[in-house]
């Protein structure tokens, strides 16, 4: 089969100290400390066979990432952007829906035709963290596209238990091509759910949302925030086509944040009170997080999802102060957050088909990617077979 395989040098940046375990394993946890030299081609891979618990999937949509843009792009020293879990070679891709078109002999819960999207955390179930219920920070994670092979390909086999059918969309839809291209949507709408109301514990129906970064993930939480209740919806986002889509999927206002502040804006909105709940998707906490502290309602979350490796300036008396709070979060595994996102989905009340806006051949990849530097499209799609 094709796929899009990433490969790079390991070379530790001299100010890096590479842990023992990443010398075992060949695995950088700070993937733009290590690998250096880039080089992405849709070549020949090996066909994958599935396990005894494993589904076959002939791959039918997979979304470009941030983080795809991110092994594309490099610093200075031509290290990659992205700052996190990574080994490589591998094939990239990890936002995607599949057929079934094989099952292991151990498989109960799917059958050939079944229409599915899949996690990309690839969770063991038996380390510390993964027993206390924190598949997202499992011990001896893998993760699809990023340490193992990808779904910019024709094939890939999965576990079962990553599996979640997506019939229920196909009906929404009418469709199963459509439900194909949609259903790729919910793994960066899980991010974005999992950040939102398992992290940071949502935010009451009237609440005002702001979000920083008008990207997938970004416009998926403006989405999930428009199901949710809130009150208003203000999106800032530097490029104007993404300030469009923010608008399709249900901001009440966008803004440039280089023409206006932030937070003036936000505090004259709200005529003093701050805004509730802050997202950061753009990837520039260091920019973002300043001007949502200076917008902090009482009680007020920041939550943190954009991948960065900055430090941030705050000042923790403005949350003494305001009663609030600052939430980390990663990943989209466990509490209910795949099949909730699907059911939003089916039901109608959070359709982000219009961020959908460009469609790619698998021997295009590398030109998806290159189109998502832009920074002009919401979600790019590569459509495998």
């Known amino acids: 089969m094709k796929g899009l395989v990433l490969d790079a040098v390991w070379e530790p940046k001299p100010t890096y100290e590479v842990s023992d375990w990443e010398q075992q394993t060949g695995k950088a946890i700070t993937g733009n400390a290590i690998w250096r030299n880039p080089n992405l081609e849709v070549k ?124 229920a969309i ?7 091509e459509t439900a194909y291209v949609v259903g790729a949507l919910s793994e960066p709408t899980s991010v974005s759910y999992n950040a939102m109301f398992e992290r940071a514990g949502g935010f009451r129906p009237g609440h005002y ?85 200076k917008a902090l309602a009482v009680n007020a979350k920041i939550v943190q999802v954009g991948r960065a490796a900055q430090q941030v300036p705050m000042y923790l008396e403005s949350f003494q102060v305001r009663r609030s709070q600052a939430f980390g979060a990663q990943g989209h595994s466990g509490h209910e957050t795949f099949p909730n996102v699907i059911r939003l989905v089916a039901s109608g009340r959070l359709d982000l088909s219009p961020i959908i806006t460009a469609r790619y051949k698998l021997d295009d990849t590398v030109d998806a990617i290159a189109k998502s530097t832009e920074r002009a499209d919401g979600k790019i799609m590569v459509l495998p077979n």
Not at 170 to 176: C, K, Q, V
Not at 220 to 229: D, R
Not at 238 to 261: C, H, M, N, T
């Open 209 to 293: 949302v702001d979000v920083y970064g008008a990207g997938p993930i970004g416009l998926a939480a403006i989405g999930l925030a428009k199901a949710a209740g809130a009150g208003l919806i203000v999106a800032f986002e530097i490029s104007p086509q993404r300030l469009e889509l923010a608008k399709a999927v249900g901001a009440d206002f966008v803004y440039d944040p280089r023409e206006i502040s932030p937070s003036e804006v936000m505090m004259e909105l709200s005529k003093g009170a701050g805004f509730d709940f802050h997202f950061e998707a753009a990837g520039v906490p260091e920019i973002a997080v300043p001007e949502m502290e």
């Open 170 to 176: 196909a009906e929404r839809f009418g469709s199963e």
């Open 44 to 167: 020949s891979w090996p066909d994958p066979k599935p396990g005894p618990k494993e589904v076959l999937l002939e791959i039918q949509a997979c979304g470009v990432c941030g983080s795809d843009m991110h092994f594309y792009e490099t610093d200075d020293d031509n290290y990659i952007l992205y700052p996190g879990l990574t080994k490589f070679p591998t094939i990239l891709g990890h936002e995607f829906t599949g057929k079934v078109v094989e099952t292991g002999k151990e498989v109960t819960l799917l059958e050939p035709g079944d229409m599915v999207t899949v996690e990309e955390m690839i969770w063991c179930g038996r380390c510390i963290p993964c027993r206390n219920g924190y598949p997202n920070h499992c011990s001896n994670l893998e993760e699809i596209g990023f340490t193992i092979p990808g779904a910019f390909a024709n094939y890939l086999a999965v576990d079962e238990k990553f599996c979640w059918k997506i019939d």
